[in-house]
């Protein structure tokens, strides 16, 4: 399975942007996707999961009420639009994907087998 973030670049703080993940190579409809992000200097986090069916969702507290992930499993995409951005959430987003339909573990890295390359997003204030 390969995973293919775009849509990153350079913001000000309060705009918005709308984050894609394109996957190949496997059962997209199948997986469960989640969205982590990296600032320098920082661990690799949490912002969000989807179940295989968009039927549930998850979000950090620091992204909740302002990003929203949704999928398509037809086009084998995975979105996060980013909205109110503040320059906290500045960081190298990473798609990431699981095999396992039901993940419990939706926040924990390991609960994923694959991973895009990242892309930028960088807001300014």
């Known amino acids: 399975v390969q995973l293919v973030e775009s849509g990153g670049g350079l913001v000000q703080a309060g705009g918005s942007l709308r984050l894609s993940c394109a996957a190949s190579g496997g059962t997209f409809s199948h997986y469960t996707m989640g969205w982590f992000r990296q600032a320098i200097g920082k661990e690799r986090e949490f912002v969000t999961a989807?179940?295989?069916?968009?039927?549930?969702?998850y979000y950090a507290d620091s992204v909740k009420g302002r990003f929203t992930i949704s999928r398509d499993n037809a086009k084998n995409t995975v979105y996060l639009q980013m909205n109110s951005l503040k320059p906290e959430d500045t960081a190298v987003y990473y798609c990431?994907?699981?095999?396992?339909?039901?993940?419990?573990?939706?926040?924990?890295?390991?609960?994923?087998?694959?991973w895009g390359q990242g892309t930028q997003v960088t807001v300014s204030s």
């Open positions: 989807i179940s295989w069916n968009s039927h549930t969702t």
């Open positions: 990431a994907a699981s095999y396992d339909s039901y993940v419990r573990k939706y926040d924990v890295q390991s609960s994923y087998d694959y």
